[in-house]
């Protein structure tokens, strides 16, 4: 079943198109992965996907967007406020529920950041607060992921256990990802981009990161 | 296992002024007398909308008198601000500067008025030295954070003043300017007040027209106030600040004479306590009962209202606060609707508390109510536009909730730290404002000093603003340890 299907599409920021000639399909249950040099498109790309994949789908942008002032439960309770009614949201914002605070700690458990729950984000560093955010789209009950760069800012080996936490939780997940190793390993399909093309878009099964060498060789090089 | 929870501190510290404003409230007396009140507000709204601004021929003449007080009013403060300013590091200095914008314009204004009578004099300085306490504090404050690393790199044996001239002064000057333009305005508000104590500004005829009920003269008076100040940053131009200050001198009128010798005896004689002045051998015990006498039944009561007063409006402007901010920002209402937000907020911050309260309590009757609404309304509407205009900095992630749920958890938390900070910063500025809506008849000092000066008891009056310039240096120090305490920063309230 296709989820989003883009045809000959053009994308980019006040008038200055990054993405040109885009014609794309997902379907659902697939979990890609956007490799490419940074400036390639990739994160125009996720936005333009995240515009037509309808309400089931959560985002973790590149900046994270947390709000610094408020505690990882907030952070992450925050993935779920449309589904609540504004004064649950707003008792939960003064005095957490038990029973969201027991939700949320199961999630942020599976990021091992369950020591940090009541801390405030401000306080945190940049990988836990990466870890915040990503908490904060897989509490989203949608069934889609969307992540820019989810990982850059961890060490290799919670880079997997995360990557494993979002297969495990979303059914659809697409990732930006700059490491081509793990870009192989955690998706099924390959979407690679150069100065806003697709240029490849494959199976990863039977892929080693050199494949994926020319994405990253510049034009005078 | 579940990680334990820890309120935070800034939650805690709201928590206990919440608390205090509420007990102060109970003890409050907040009762509309006035047997009608819609009916008078029905007649002041068509009034407003019905301006007449041809009602007086010195309409414009007020208008042009306020300016020229305040234009010479800043320009004054601004230079011996500046003066104290460079001097600021001595501890001598800044007490001096601590006392003389902790008494309020308007108390000064009635002390000059003792001494120069209606001269444009009294005007002047009853602006002029307030506000260089207030200047040459943060002139300094602008001096010390200065990048230093282009001191460090003049050549060693550079002169002091070469330094300043060269290294300091140039990196201040911006600063400098765009705090004086927020001073002119505070000024333009300071001097159409000071028309309630006989100026011949604004304040002058608002009352007046007011106590006629000429509405629609009170809303072109209050029409043309705001025209000049919304468009302040329009006329104000640097090289025509000396066609405006030789102007402002021209047009002042100066003629009101006043006598040296009257100046003489206010300062040496009519300020002493009246026991003292008058000596004998019982000196001392007559003066023991004077000011026993002064303190239980002026200085106690009065000071336990104003910083009721205080209190309440402190915690009144914070709610008020968080209706207001949201109506100018852009994550939160659209172009049309904040267009609406920008005029109301104009309109409110531009109104000085004391014409607002004046206002009020025409409407309903002497109570402590018309301060609290007038105090939170104009302090709320500068803190409300500072926050608002901080939340266009901010931006939303993608897939950010919406209405009321991004207000509360995407936006409050955000703006929660800064508007605390305006608050605190501003609770020194509500306990001066306080202590002044006395003179309209609320029990605060400014009541009591009110009396004393009506009633030639001027060594009364002195003891009195001595007190409230104590207790106003009392809240600044208590404000800036819970700041400092909370790591609250007040960067925010330069622009």
Known sequence: ?221 | MIARREPSPLLRTTGVFFLVGLVCLAFADIAISTVDPWLEFGRLLSGIITPDFYATDSLWLALAYTMAFAILGVALGNLFGFGLALVFDSRFARMFCAVIRSVHELFWALIFLQMFGLSPVTGVLAIAIPYAGIIAKVYAEILEEADPAPLKALPPGTGRASAFLFVRLPDAWAHFKSYSMYRLECGLRSSAVLGFIGLPTLGFHLETAFREGQYSEVSALLILFYIVIASMRVWMKRPLLPVYLIGAALILPWGVAFSLSHIGRFLTSDIVPHPLREGGPDMMTKFADWMSAMVFEQALPGAVSTIQLTMIALIATGLLTLIFFPLISPLLLGRGPRWAGHIFLVVVRSTPEYILAFVLLQLWGPSMLPAIVALALHNAGIIGHLVGRYTEQVTLRQDSSTGANRYFYEVLPRVYRPMLALLFYRWEVILRETAILGMLGIATLGFYIDSAFADLRFDRAMVLIALTALLNICVDVISRYVRGKLRLQTSLEMK
Not at chain 1, 117 to 144: C, E, K, M
Request: with cysteine.
């Open chain 1, 1 to 221: 079943m296709s989820l989003v299907e883009l045809r000959n599409e053009s994308a980019g920021y006040s008038g200055t198109p990054v993405l040109s000639g885009l014609t794309l399909t997902v379907n659902a249950g697939e979990r890609i992965a956007l490799v490419g040099e940074s400036g390639s498109g990739k994160s125009t790309l996720l936005r333009l996907l995240y515009e037509r994949c309808g309400p089931d789908v959560s985002l973790v942008p590149q900046e994270l967007g947390l709000v610094q002032a408020l505690t990882v439960f907030h952070n992450v309770y925050m993935g779920r406020l449309h589904c609540r009614s504004v004064w649950h949201n707003l008792r939960n914002l003064v005095w957490p529920a038990r029973p969201d605070v027991a939700d949320v700690n199961e999630i942020v458990a599976s990021l091992r950041l369950e020591d940090k729950l009541f801390a405030g984000v401000g306080t945190l560093s940049g990988g836990q607060q990466q870890r915040t955010a990503i908490g904060r789209a897989l509490y989203h009950p949608g069934d889609i992921l969307l992540a820019d760069e989810p990982v850059s800012s961890v060490d290799e080996h919670q880079a997997r256990d995360i990557l494993q936490a979002i297969n495990d939780r979303k059914q659809t997940v697409i990732l930006a990802m700059h490491d081509r190793a793990l870009a192989i390993e955690f998706a099924d399909r390959l979407i690679g981009l150069r100065d806003g093309r697709v240029v490849l878009d494959q199976a990863s099964a039977g892929m080693s990161p050199e494949d994926l060498d020319e994405l990253y060789v510049t034009a005078d090089a």
